[in-house]
C-alpha cells in the first residue's frame, strides 16, 4: 500500500518578492528567462538565447542579473566543460501590490510587471485566435475565457482569490502528463474594479 504522502507532488517552490528582486525582475528579457526556465527546466544561455530570439551574451547578463537577486542558481550537476546550466530557484512568485509603497522605483517596477502579465494575456490571446482552427473541437470549446459581476468587499475578494488558487492548485498537482489527450495550458486570475462608467 502507497504511502500517500509519498504520492503527493512536492510543494511548490515560492519566492515573496522583495524590493530588490522586483527592481531586477522588471525587465522584458528577464520575465522571460524565468519564464522559460519555469516552464521548460534547467538551460543554458546559448539555449534560452535560440529559444527567445536574443544573443547568448545578452542571456548570461541577465541571467546573471536575476542570480544576484536569487531567482535564479546555476545548476553543477549539468555543468560540463565550460556550459554553465541555470535553473529557477523557485516555482512561483508571489507579491501584494502594497508590499512596495514605501519604495517609489519598487512600485513602479511592480507596475510594470503587472501590465507585462496582461500583454502576455493578450498575446497568448491572439496566438491562439490564429491557430483555434487547428485544434479538436473538445480543445477549442475547454479554452477560452469569461467574465462574472459582482459586489464585494476587499476581504471577500481576498478569500475568493484564495479558493480559487487552491483550486487551480489542486488541479496542477492531480494532472498527469501522460494522460491521454494531455497538453500543458496556462490559466490566468485576475479581478478588476468595474470601470467608472458601468459603476
Known amino acids: 500500500m502507497e504511502n500517500d504522502e509519498a504520492a503527493q507532488p512536492p510543494a511548490p517552490r515560492a519566492v515573496r518578492l522583495d524590493h530588490r528582486q ?14 522559460a526556465l519555469r516552464v521548460k527546466g534547467p538551460a543554458t544561455a546559448t539555449t534560452l538565447a535560440e529559444l527567445l530570439g536574443t ?11 536575476l542570480a ?8 553543477p550537476d549539468l555543468a560540463s566543460g565550460r556550459q554553465r546550466w541555470w535553473r529557477s530557484a523557485h516555482d512561483v512568485t508571489n507579491w501584494e501590490p502594497t508590499d512596495f509603497d514605501d519604495d517609489p522605483d519598487a512600485r513602479a517596477a511592480i507596475e510594470w510587471i503587472q501590465g507585462d502579465q496582461v500583454r502576455l494575456l493578450v498575446e497568448h490571446a ?11 473541437s473538445a480543445w477549442r470549446d ?15 475578494l481576498e478569500a475568493l482569490k484564495a479558493d480559487l488558487w487552491q483550486l487551480l492548485e489542486r488541479y496542477r498537482n492531480e494532472s498527469d ?17 468595474l470601470l467608472q462608467e458601468m459603476r
Open 22 to 35: 522586483v527592481r531586477v525582475l522588471a525587465h522584458p528579457l528577464r520575465m522571460r528567462l524565468l519564464g
Open 177 to 193: 502528463p501522460a494522460e491521454p489527450d494531455a497538453a500543458p495550458v496556462q490559466v490566468f486570475l485576475a479581478a478588476y474594479p
Open 126 to 136: 491572439e496566438q491562439w485566435f490564429a491557430v483555434q482552427h487547428e485544434w479538436s
Open 68 to 75: 544576484e537577486v536569487g531567482l535564479v542558481v546555476e545548476d
Open 142 to 156: 475547454a479554452f477560452g475565457m469569461g467574465d462574472i459581476f459582482m459586489s464585494i468587499p476587499p476581504s471577500r
Open 55 to 65: 544573443n547568448t551574451g545578452a542571456t548570461s547578463y541577465h541571467l546573471r542579473q
